[in-house]
Nanobody
Framework: QVQLVESGGGLVQAGGSLRLSCAAS????????LGWYRQAPGKQREFVAN???????NYAGSVKGRFTISRDNAKKMVDLQMDSLKPEDTAVYYC??????????WGQGTQVTVSS
């Protein structure tokens, strides 16, 4: 069973920074793509960023240049550094693992609130 354990998040003023972390198992780290999604109240879950095994990254247009995804293979963790936060970044952020042929796996979610 895939386990994704998120940490970080919280309340920050607009323009501030937060860092989210997602701890994953060895199997998860060796294959597939790890990423972050978010869901704001009343909205659908949306893609934020992902990173492949070899380090290739992708970002949603709304966060490009402000957020940075990275992976620490020794610690089996994927981080999302969020800078220049805006109130519209407020959402529950979910860690995601995707591998071909299997359903997506999700973490429990962590709340990020950006005050104006």
């Amino acid at each position: 069973q895939v386990q994704l354990v998120e940490s970080g998040g919280g309340l920050v003023q607009a323009g501030g920074s937060l860092r989210l972390s997602c701890a994953a198992s060895e199997t998860v780290f060796r294959i597939g793509i790890l990423g972050w999604y978010r869901q704001a109240p009343g909205k659908q879950r949306e893609f934020v960023a992902n990173i492949a095994v070899r380090g290739t990254t992708n970002y949603a247009g709304s966060v490009k240049g402000r957020f940075t995804i990275s992976r620490d293979n020794a610690k089996k963790m994927v981080d999302l550094q969020m800078d220049s936060l805006k109130p519209e970044d407020t959402a529950v952020y979910y860690c995601n693992w995707r591998v071909s042929g299997s359903p997506d796996s999700w973490g429990q979610g962590t709340q990020v609130t950006v005050s104006s």
